[in-house]
């Protein structure tokens, strides 16, 4: 039977961007993780799509109620619920 060959080591290369206003973020040490920069958004591009103050309290009162649903009802505090699903819709529309 024949020997084996040592598996070779793949490395990705390293991406470069060809707009020199974009900053490259350094290489992470651990295992090869590679830290992504994020590009810049264009001008003209809203930075969250526009929600109605009347969608954005509907998805909240949906958001809340899915999370008393989790816990099954029981107990809790529905003012809690409330505040979470408003952080959690803020933060999702912010993104």
Known sequence: MAEEQPKKRVTKPKE?????????????????????SKKPRAAGRPKSPQVSAADRQRMIAERAYYLAEARGFAGGDCQADWYAAESWIDAHLSA
Request: net charge positive; aromatic share 0%.
């Open 16 to 36: 470069v961007s060809a707009d020199p206003k974009v900053a490259t973020a350094p290489r992470a040490s651990a295992r090869g993780a590679v830290a992504v």
